[in-house]
């Protein structure tokens, strides 16, 4: 059974930054992609950026130049935040797709609350 973890959310005040990882663990094969998405209330989910096994990524154009995803391995990512506002406010939860010893995992983390406020 593979788990994925959230970390690192919390306060921070405008302008300021935030890393957030996402350690993935359980009888991984290999993880072919990693996301983290953004739920704010009232809001639907948003994808927020994605890494690839080759090691390429992809941002929504609202976090472009704020936000870097990154792995230091293949069973932890991370999404460094910076420049942060308000309108950056929600839980953030990654999902991870890949194989299993016994064949493919598509699954979430529980989320981590990233508040941004004076």
């Known amino acids: 059974q593979v788990q994925l973890v959230e970390s690192g959310g919390g306060l921070v005040q405008p302008g300021g930054s935030l890393r957030l990882s996402c350690a993935a663990s359980g009888n991984i094969f290999s993880i072919r992609v990693m996301d983290w998405y953004r739920q704010a209330p009232g809001k639907q989910r948003e994808l927020v950026a994605s890494i690839f096994s080759s090691g390429s990524t992809n941002y929504a154009d609202s976090v472009k130049g704020r936000f870097t995803i990154s792995r230091d391995s293949k069973n932890t990512v991370y999404l460094q935040m910076n420049i942060l506002s308000p309108e950056d406010t929600a839980v953030y939860l990654c999902?991870?797709?890949?194989?299993?010893?016994?064949?493919?995992?598509?699954?979430w983390g529980q989320g981590t609350q990233v508040t941004v406020s004076s």
């Open positions: 999902r991870g797709r890949g194989t299993t010893g016994q064949g493919f995992f598509d699954l």
